[in-house]
C-alpha cells in the first residue's frame, strides 16, 4: 500500500489493496480530486517535483509547527503573561487554533478541487502571518490572545491545510511515501525551530517582539516555499472550478469498521497533545526546572517525533499499517502513565523522548489504512472528511480536560498533574485496544487475503 500522508488525514491511494472495490450507485457523488485523483499518472519526481516537496516542507513546518510549539506558549502563558487564569482555559487557545486546522482544511477541500489553491496559499498565508502579528501587540489580555493565535492564526492554517500536500502527492507514484514522508517531518521541525526561537527571545526582549519576529520568520519562509510550489506548477490533472466535491455520506453512518476507525483516532486524539502542551509548565513547576531548560525537553520530544514518523512509515511499507499504528498507539497510551512515575530532570528527558518517538508516528498512519476502512472510491472523500471532522473535536477537547483535572487538589504553589497523567495515559490506551477491534473487523468485513493491512 502506497501513502499518501495529509497530517491528520489526508488522501490515500491504494497499491496492494487486495479486498473487492466497491462502487456506489449514488450519481450525485462525485470522487473528490484531493482524495483519489483520476488523473493519469504522475511523472515520478524530476526537479520540479522535488521543489514542491522543499516548499511544503516549509509551509508545512508553519501550520504544525506553532501547534508542537504551543507548549511554550502555554507555560509562559500560565506562569508569567496569564497567571490568574487556569490551565485548562489558556490551553484553549492551542486547541481552538488547531481545531480550525483540520476542520476548516476539511472544508476548504471543495476550493482545492476548484483549482484555488494559488489563492488559497496565499491568503492563508497572509492570514495566519498577520494573526502572529496582532499577537504581538496583545497585552495581558486573555480575549485578545484567543482571538488572534486562537481564531485568526486557525483560520490562516485552514486555507493552507491541503494545497502545499495535495500537490505533492499528485508529482510523484513510486516514491510517493517518501516524499509524503519528508513533507510531513516540517511538523516537527518547526516546532523545533519556534520553539527555540520562543525560547532564546523571551528572556531577552518583549513578548511583543519575540512574536513578531517569529511572524517575520514565517513570513519569510512562505515567501521561499511559494515560487518552489507554485512555479511552472503542471500537475493540475483535473482541477476545474465546476468540480463537485461531497461532504457527507449518510451511509457511513451504518458502517461499524467506519465507526471503529473514527472512534479508535477520536479516543487517541483527545489526549495525544496533552504532554507537549503541559510538558514545559510540568518541568518547571513539579521539577524545578528551568524555563529553557523545560523548553529544551520539549524540542528533545519534537525531534524524536521525526525518528518515530520515519521508522513507522517503513515498518508500515514493510508489514502493514495496522501493526506499527497499534504498536504506538499503545505505547504512547502506557508513556503517558508512565509519566506519573517521572520525578527527576533525567527521567523526564527520557520520557519525552520516548513519548515524542512512539506518538510521531500516530500522525502520519491513520490515513493510510483508511482506502481500507472504505473501499468504496465515490464516497472516500466524504467519509474522510467526517472522520477527521469527527476527530478536531477530540483535538479541541483534550487539553482543556486535562488542565482541568490539575486544578483537583491543587495548591498555589502545586498542581495535581496526576489527573492529568491518567486522563491522557488511559485514553490512548482505550483508543489503542480500539484499533485491535478495527483490525479484526477490517479482516472479517472486508475480504482481505492478507491480514497484514
Known amino acids: 500500500m502506497s501513502k499518501e500522508s495529509l497530517e491528520y488525514g489526508k488522501s490515500e491511494t491504494v497499491d496492494a489493496y487486495e479486498g473487492p472495490v466497491i462502487t456506489s450507485s449514488d450519481d450525485d457523488v462525485k470522487a473528490p480530486s484531493v482524495i483519489v485523483s483520476t488523473?493519469?499518472?504522475?511523472?515520478?519526481?524530476?526537479?520540479?517535483?522535488?521543489?514542491?516537496?522543499?516548499?511544503?516542507?516549509?509551509?508545512?513546518?508553519?501550520?504544525?509547527?506553532?501547534?508542537?510549539?504551543?507548549?511554550?506558549?502555554?507555560?509562559?502563558?500560565?506562569?508569567?503573561?496569564?497567571?490568574?487564569?487556569?490551565?485548562?482555559?489558556?490551553?484553549?487557545?492551542?486547541?481552538?487554533?488547531?481545531?480550525?486546522?483540520?476542520?476548516?482544511?476539511?472544508?476548504s477541500g471543495p476550493l482545492f478541487d476548484r483549482g484555488y489553491f494559488r489563492s488559497m496559499l496565499i491568503v492563508g498565508a497572509l492570514v495566519e502571518t498577520l494573526g502572529l502579528?496582532?499577537?504581538?501587540?496583545?497585552?495581558?489580555?486573555?480575549?485578545?490572545?484567543?482571538?488572534t493565535q486562537g481564531i485568526v492564526t486557525g483560520?490562516?492554517?485552514?486555507?493552507?491545510?491541503?494545497?502545499?500536500?495535495?500537490?505533492?502527492?499528485?508529482?510523484?507514484?513510486?516514491?510517493?511515501?517518501?516524499?509524503?514522508?519528508?513533507?510531513?517531518?516540517?511538523?516537527?521541525?518547526?516546532?523545533?525551530?519556534?520553539?527555540?526561537?520562543?525560547?532564546?527571545?523571551?528572556?531577552?526582549?518583549?513578548?511583543?517582539?519575540?512574536?513578531?519576529?517569529?511572524?517575520?520568520?514565517?513570513?519569510?519562509?512562505?515567501?521561499?516555499?511559494?515560487?518552489?510550489?507554485?512555479?511552472?506548477?503542471?500537475?493540475?490533472?483535473?482541477?476545474?472550478?465546476?468540480?463537485?466535491?461531497?461532504?457527507?455520506?449518510?451511509?457511513?453512518?451504518?458502517?461499524l469498521p467506519f465507526w471503529s476507525y473514527t472512534s479508535s483516532n477520536f479516543l487517541i486524539f483527545c489526549g495525544y497533545m496533552v504532554p507537549f502542551y503541559f510538558m514545559a509548565s510540568y518541568g518547571q513547576i513539579e521539577l524545578g526546572m528551568s524555563r529553557s531548560s523545560a523548553n529544551y525537553v520539549l524540542v528533545?520530544?519534537?525531534?524524536?517525533?521525526?525518528?518515530?514518523?520515519?521508522?513507522?512509515?517503513?515498518?508500515?511499507?514493510?508489514?502493514?499499517?495496522?501493526?506499527?499504528?497499534?504498536?504506538?498507539?499503545?505505547?504512547?497510551?502506557?508513556?503517558?502513565?508512565?509519566?506519573?512515575?517521572?520525578?527527576?530532570s533525567g527521567a523526564f528527558i527520557v520520557?519525552?523522548?520516548?513519548?515524542?518517538?512512539?506518538?510521531?508516528?500516530?500522525?502520519?498512519?491513520?490515513p493510510s489504512v483508511f482506502p481500507v476502512v472504505c473501499p468504496d472510491i465515490k464516497v472516500?472523500?466524504?467519509?474522510?472528511g467526517m472522520s477527521q471532522g469527527i476527530g478536531s473535536m477530540a483535538s479541541?477537547?483534550?487539553?482543556?480536560?486535562?488542565?482541568?483535572?490539575?486544578?483537583?487538589?491543587a495548591t498555589a504553589q502545586h498542581r495535581n498533574y496526576l489527573g492529568l497523567q491518567l486522563f491522557g495515559?488511559?485514553?490512548m490506551a482505550a483508543g489503542g485496544c480500539n484499533l485491535v477491534g478495527l483490525w479484526i473487523l477490517l479482516i472479517r468485513q472486508r475480504g482481505l487475503k492478507s491480514k497484514l493491512i
Not at 133 to 147: E, R
Not at 351 to 366: R, T
Open 39 to 107: 488523473s493519469p499518472p504522475a511523472p515520478d519526481g524530476g526537479t520540479r517535483a522535488w521543489l514542491q516537496v522543499a516548499g511544503s516542507f516549509l509551509v508545512f513546518g508553519n501550520l504544525w509547527g506553532l501547534t508542537f510549539a504551543f507548549g511554550s506558549f502555554n507555560s509562559y502563558y500560565e506562569l508569567t503573561l496569564l497567571p490568574a487564569l487556569s490551565p485548562s482555559t489558556i490551553s484553549w487557545i492551542g486547541t481552538t487554533s488547531t481545531t480550525l486546522l483540520i476542520f476548516g482544511g476539511i472544508v
Open 133 to 147: 502579528m496582532l499577537l504581538s501587540l496583545c497585552k495581558a489580555s486573555y480575549w485578545q490572545i484567543f482571538l
Open 155 to 255: 483560520l490562516g492554517n485552514s486555507l493552507l491545510y491541503i494545497p502545499g500536500l495535495a500537490l505533492v502527492g499528485r508529482a510523484f507514484t513510486k516514491h510517493r511515501s517518501m516524499a509524503m514522508g519528508i513533507t510531513t517531518c516540517g511538523a516537527p521541525i518547526g516546532g523545533i525551530i519556534y520553539t527555540l526561537t520562543f525560547e532564546h527571545l523571551i528572556s531577552r526582549m518583549s513578548f511583543g517582539w519575540t512574536v513578531r519576529i517569529m511572524a517575520f520568520i514565517m513570513l519569510a519562509t512562505y515567501c521561499i516555499a511559494f515560487p518552489m510550489i507554485l512555479w511552472r506548477v503542471k500537475n493540475l490533472a483535473d482541477l476545474a472550478p465546476d468540480r463537485p466535491r461531497k461532504l457527507f455520506d449518510a451511509s457511513a453512518l451504518r458502517d
Open 300 to 344: 528533545i520530544s519534537q525531534a524524536a517525533s521525526v525518528l518515530g514518523r520515519l521508522v513507522a512509515s517503513y515498518a508500515a511499507s514493510k508489514i502493514g499499517v495496522m501493526i506499527p499504528w497499534i504498536v504506538c498507539g499503545l505505547s504512547s497510551g502506557i508513556l503517558c502513565l508512565g509519566w506519573i512515575g517521572v520525578k527527576s
Open 351 to 366: 520520557y519525552a523522548a520516548l513519548y515524542g518517538c512512539f506518538s510521531g508516528a500516530l500522525i502520519p498512519l491513520p
Open 380 to 384: 472516500l472523500g466524504a467519509r474522510m
Open 396 to 409: 479541541l477537547i483534550g487539553p482543556p480536560i486535562a488542565g482541568a483535572l490539575t486544578s483537583i487538589g
Open 425 to 427: 495515559g488511559a485514553i
